[in-house]
């Protein structure tokens, strides 16, 4: 019925199943009943006529004997038959049967809450009375005094894992991935009643990040990126060395600034951009926001300014490296369009030298996978979407097209049949080749697969095709549940990595706020070391914290100092509550398919 790709192009993965050869068509043929008329000498042989007075024999494979032979050998086979057969079947019957268990429905949505949870629980500066987390308080209320462009200085914003430092590279993706499943998924949120608690969560995030850049000014030229931190092998009183509460910080807290970074520009422009889309119906905040991603989106553009904002920074570069920054050309300039209908963003992000610079086009498997640092499949299948609603046709279709059938290759390279990326034996497909912390990739690669089999279901197309086989909506849909079921239980350790979901799960959290106990004593930087090497669970559970999850072999080790196990991160709690939104059937199912295209003009 679908003999090609419904879109066009070719296609590079093929399945290991050849077609059938010559020979097995000649063994085929030779198993096909054949049909011959018998000569007459054969006929002769059938219809001679037998001797009746013979005495009648029955052939019983091994001995000829008579018929009343036969009947006594018979009713001794029934015998012996009737003793070895009856008495395991009387047996089974009449033990207590046990059905083997169906695998467990995971609830999506209570999920999801919890997993939003997990931002109240990271925020710094002065918290809100309805913050919902009995241990947390204000702090951080002094970062950036004297450096800031406003009497606020750098005071708010999310602490990133379980330190407290403040990384505004993953802190802006965090905020993009929130504000984006938002608007695809509003009558979701609305459904469980947490569109307005996500719209306030972004709302923090975008607020602080206004603050991180001279939003009033025509024309910025430095951007602070960085709050805290520390440099590897530090033994002087930091966000590292120190195991303290957020709200018992007394040491110092650094803040880096850069006078280049389109990576980190190019992000925070799709933060607040997409973010505009979100609080479209508050007209001012929009405005606002709008004009401080064009603004940082000028200072990416800027040919003198285009060195990696990590570049020689150590507190930047052992943490939150960038690879590179034409993904966030594309991915910010996307989200611009969208947000603006300046149909020159779309051209930038078309713009071929962007898709060869940022080697988006390349067969190699890394780059398929989305993260704080690569943005190209998600910009891909963002543009992708124009392309499927809007048919921008001339002179955007042929690198629309290009970024589709790529879109197409990535998902098929997510499919365990095509052996793209390894796979752990419990059912985990290895994203990051098998390096630490892999659950981040897991739910964004989630995200992404469960959002495009809503794009291609909103118009219409049944499925696509990896190279010559056709792949169906519902076995695409499958691989991103079945990943997400294996963070929520369905893994060989039968054990929830998101904090607070099910019976079982992590309870020595690596971070300091909840593995302190919060008995109105203030520990002392080296004082709280004896929370952190504890063998004790975390006095308070950071509810919906998705930790970093297995090794390649499915093996996790719930220990505190560990944090490549037990670490939960701002960014990869946002992949994971974008996943869950698409995958939860509350509130309906499919995309808000026209509200992300409300600023564009017709074409």
């Not at 973010?275 to 553009?301: H, Q, T, W």
């Amino acid at each position: 019925m679908h003999s090609a790709n419904h879109w066009g192009g070719s296609f590079e993965i093929y399945s290991g199943a050849e077609s059938t050869t010559d020979d097995e068509k000649s063994r085929n043929i030779a198993l096909q009943p054949q049909h011959h008329h018998l000569d007459e000498t054969q006929q002769s042989w059938l219809l001679y006529p037998q001797d009746t007075k013979k005495k009648k024999y029955v052939d019983l494979g091994c001995v000829s004997c008579s018929h009343k032979a036969a009947w006594k050998w018979t009713l001794c086979a029934f015998v012996f038959q009737l003793l070895l057969i009856a008495p395991p079947t009387i047996l089974a019957k009449t033990l207590p049967q046990h059905e083997s268990k169906s695998p467990p429905a995971y609830n999506y949505t209570l999920a999801l809450q919890k997993a939003l949870l997990f931002f109240n629980a990271q925020k710094s500066g002065k918290l809100p009375k309805n913050n919902g987390i009995p241990w947390r308080g204000d702090s951080g209320l002094q970062d950036g005094n004297g450096t800031g462009f406003s009497k606020q200085g750098l005071a708010g914003g999310y602490y990133d894992a379980g330190g407290n430092a403040k990384f505004h590279f993953p802190m802006a993706f965090a905020m993009t991935m929130l504000s984006w499943s938002v608007i695809e998924y509003r009558q979701k949120y609305e459904a469980i009643g947490e569109y307005q608690h996500t719209r306030d969560l972004i709302r923090w995030g975008t607020d602080y990040l206004l603050l991180t850049f001279n939003s009033s000014a025509s024309k910025i030229d430095r951007i602070y990126c960085q709050v805290g931190g520390s440099l590897i092998g530090s033994r002087v009183p930091d966000d590292h060395y120190c195991w303290q509460r957020p709200e018992d910080m007394d040491y110092p807290r650094p803040v880096q600034v850069v006078n280049s970074g389109p990576d980190l520009a190019g992000e925070m422009a799709a933060a607040l951009a997409a973010a505009s889309i979100v609080f479209r119906d508050n007209k001012a905040y929009s405005e606002k926001l709008v004009r401080g991603a064009a603004k940082l989106y000028a200072f990416a553009r800027d040919f003198a300014r285009r060195r990696a904002y990590s570049s020689g920074n150590d507190y930047i570069a052992t943490f939150y490296n960038s690879s590179g920054y034409y993904d966030e050309y594309i991915w910010g300039a996307t989200w611009l369009y969208y947000a603006t209908g300046n149909i020159s963003y779309l051209e930038l992000a078309t713009q071929p030298g962007f898709a060869k610079h940022s080697k988006a086009l390349l067969r190699f498997s890394y780059l398929s996978v989305l993260s704080w640092d690569n943005k190209l499949p998600a910009a891909m299948l963002l543009l992708t979407r124009s392309r499927l609603f809007l048919t921008p046709g001339y002179p955007y279709e042929e690198m629309l097209r290009v970024y589709h059938e790529k879109t197409e290759l990535n998902m098929c390279s997510y499919l365990q049949q095509f052996n793209e990326f390894n796979w752990t034996k419990g059912g985990m497909i290895k994203l990051n080749k098998g390096r630490p912390q892999p659950l981040q990739f897991v739910a964004n690669t989630a995200f992404l697969a469960s959002l495009y089999v809503d794009y291609l279901n909103a118009t219409g197309v049944p499925g696509l095709f990896c190279g010559p086989q056709f792949i169906s909506l519902d076995l695409l849909r499958s691989f991103a549940t079945s990943q997400i079921n294996y963070i929520l239980g369905d893994n060989p350790m039968k054990m929830s990595y998101v904090v607070g979901y099910g019976t079982k799960f992590p309870r020595h959290v690596h971070h300091r706020g909840a593995s302190t106990p919060t008995d109105k004593t203030r520990y002392s930087c080296t004082g709280g070391w004896k929370w952190r090497d504890s063998f004790k669970p975390n006095p308070h559970n950071i509810t919906g914290a998705m930790v970093g999850g297995p090794d390649g072999f499915d093996q996790f080790r719930d220990v505190r100092t560990n944090y490549n196990f037990t670490e939960p991160t701002l960014a990869g709690n946002a992949g994971l509550v974008a996943a869950l939104a698409s995958l939860t059937s509350s509130g309906g199912i499919g995309i808000d398919k026209n509200s992300i295209f409300a600023a564009l003009p017709p074409l």
